[in-house]
Each structure stands twice: as structure tokens, then as C-alpha cells.
């Protein structure tokens, strides 16, 4: 067996948020940081191939955004390596290998859920990038695919990716997939989640860090998983509710720091999009992400309505959010 810790840090993954194409970018994640100091903050999946041969920086990030993860894309070992190496450099945190995407786009690209069928593959791509960073390599995945969804078909997975690859950080969605006949979005309602399957690997592998994915909404739901394993990933519910990241530190960390207030969390974003703006930003890039921060409050939906019909338009500033902010009672804002 491989000494996976060997010179390598982990950072808690306790509680982190999912990586979501088109969602957890560089903004958002500033975004989150400003709720909660502890929350691992995870990337969009980039592949290898964007990374190595596109245009632009796609592991650009902001310094406040630590403890953050990227989590690649790709089944080419040297590429992986390669891209692993990069984003330790750069300060990554962590690197995260996606083994548990279902979409097409995906498993055409040959990566994602599909990789659960060749854990030799997963193996070798883990093997090399550990063998070239001293961040941890860690992979997330699904309870299976297709008709290979039995608990021996999971835990050959896990047990390979280990004990050959030296991984010893796991997050699984607690679904299986389906690689074809269902839609992504379908492929997180439909399939039926198994959290008894996701405790029963910690039981099976208590040397592992096991952390779980899929449905959960709450802190509370949080906090019972973490009655069996060691982490919980949320998906869109800390996207489309960010105030529930408000919490996170005083309840599942200890922190005694006072809560902070909706408007405040606004307002502290005011010198980052200003910052952004100056360097060619998009106002609309960033304030989408700042929808749900008053959900369930009154002015929510002036807040929103606001912001969606002009932050979009030419020339908009942090006027916008400031006019949409005005729109909360504030005495309400508790």
C-alpha cells in the first residue's frame, strides 16, 4: 500500500460545497468565502484538455478563496499529472479527480461517471498525480453505474483506488448513475439515494476519509451525516440559498464569531466587484451568484428583479447593488 499522507496536508473536507459547471466560478466562490472561513470551496471541473491547450486562465482564483480545491477533469494520466502539478503551484489546496459526471459531453471526453467501470485507469491517474504534487489527491464519485451498481462493485472501486493508487479521500454522491437514457439534471433526482451504502464504506474503510453527496438541503442534514462520516458536500442548495453557509463555522466547526447579517455579506462584496470592474468584469457575472442571499426575506424578490434587469446593461456599476439593496428592510435582516 501507498503512503498517501506521506508529506501531504489534508485539508478538512467537513463541510464543503459541490463543484457545479456554470455555477461555483471564481465569483462565487468569493462569494462563499465571505459566510464561512472553513467550508472547502471546490472549482467548476476543468478538464485537462482546457487547462493544457485553451485559451485564458482556468485555474485563476483569489487568495481569500483558501481552502479551495480544483477538480479536474480528464483520463490521461500525463495529463493529469500534469494539471496537478500546475494547480500546486499555483496554491491549490487540494485536486480532485471527477469520477462520478454523467453527461455525454463527459463520457465521450472519457471521464467522469464511466471511469467507475476501469478503476485500473483511475488508479494510474491517481498514482501520477500524487507521484508529482504533495497536495492531496482525492477523487468523486458515485455508489455505481448502470446494472454495476452492487456494494462489491463500490468497494472494489474504492478498495483498488486506495490500496494501488494511494488515494485515501473520498466523496461520494450517494446515487448511481445512469450513463445513458437520463439527463444530468435526471441523473441527481432520479436514482435513488443510498446514504446506509456511503456509511457502511466508512465502516468497511476506517482508515478513509468518507464524505457524502446528493440531498442535502440543512444543517441539520449535515450534521446527522456526520454522525457516520467524516464530511458532507452540498450541492444547489448552498448555490440557490447562500445564507445557509452564514452558519456553517458556528455549528459545525465551534466557531464562536458572531453570525453575520445578510446586507453585511453584501456589502462586503462591494470592494471585490468593484475591484472586478476595473479589470473588465462583467457586474452580471458576479451578482447572479448573489441572488438567493435574501431568500425567504421580504424584498427578496425587488432584490432580485432589480439586479436581473440591470446589472446585465452596459456601463452598470455598484450602483445597481446598492439600489437592489435598498429595497430590504433592514430591520428585518436578522
Known amino acids: 500500500m501507498i503512503n498517501s499522507k506521506e508529506n501531504k496536508k489534508y485539508v478538512s473536507n467537513r463541510f464543503s460545497i459541490a463543484p457545479m459547471l456554470d455555477w461555483t466560478d471564481r465569483h462565487c466562490r468569493y462569494f462563499h468565502r465571505l459566510m464561512s472561513e472553513h467550508t472547502l ?3 467548476e471541473m476543468v478538464t485537462t484538455g482546457a487547462i493544457i491547450h485553451g485559451k485564458g486562465d482556468f485555474l485563476e ?3 481569500q478563496e483558501h481552502p479551495i480545491a480544483l477538480q479536474l477533469g ?3 494520466a500525463k495529463d493529469l499529472a500534469h494539471c496537478a502539478k500546475l494547480a500546486a503551484e499555483r496554491g491549490y489546496d487540494e485536486v480532485n479527480l471527477n469520477v462520478g459526471c454523467p453527461s455525454d459531453r463527459v463520457q465521450n471526453g472519457k471521464f467522469g461517471a464511466c471511469l467507475m467501470a476501469e478503476p485500473e485507469l483511475v488508479t494510474e491517474c491517481v498514482a501520477e498525480m500524487r507521484a508529482v504534487v504533495d497536495i492531496p489527491v482525492t477523487v468523486k464519485t458515485r455508489i455505481g453505474i448502470d446494472d454495476q451498481d452492487s456494494y462489491e462493485f463500490l468497494t472494489r472501486f474504492i478498495h483498488m483506488v486506495h490500496e494501488q493508487g494511494g488515494v485515501d479521500q473520498f466523496t461520494i454522491h450517494a446515487r448511481k448513475a445512469w450513463l445513458s437514457g437520463l439527463s444530468p439534471k435526471e441523473n441527481r433526482e432520479i436514482p435513488e439515494l443510498d446514504y446506509p451504502r456511503a456509511y457502511q464504506l466508512k465502516q468497511d474503510f476506517p482508515q478513509l476519509s468518507i464524505a457524502v453527496n446528493g440531498g442535502v438541503k440543512t444543517l441539520e442534514d449535515s450534521l ?3 454522525q457516520h462520516l467524516d464530511g458532507v ?4 442548495e448552498a448555490y440557490q440559498n447562500p445564507y445557509m453557509l452564514a452558519e456553517v463555522d458556528q455549528r459545525l466547526f465551534g466557531s464562536d464569531k458572531p453570525i453575520k447579517k445578510r ?5 462586503e462584496m462591494y470592494p471585490y466587484i468593484e475591484k472586478q470592474l476595473s ?5 452580471g457575472h458576479m451578482t447572479r451568484h448573489m441572488l438567493g442571499i435574501f431568500q425567504a426575506m421580504p424584498g427578496a424578490r425587488q432584490w432580485r428583479r432589480y439586479i436581473s434587469e440591470n446589472a446585465h446593461k452596459k456601463g452598470s456599476g455598484i450602483e445597481v447593488v446598492e439600489t ?3 429595497k430590504i428592510p433592514t430591520e428585518l435582516d436578522v
Open 41 to 43: 470551496l471546490y472549482t
Open 61 to 63: 482564483y483569489s487568495q
Open 74 to 76: 480528464g483520463s490521461n
Open 224 to 226: 446527522l451525516h456526520l
Open 233 to 236: 458536500m452540498v450541492g444547489r
Open 263 to 267: 446586507s453585511q455579506i453584501v456589502q
Open 279 to 283: 479589470e473588465g468584469a462583467s457586474l
Open 324 to 326: 437592489a439593496l435598498a
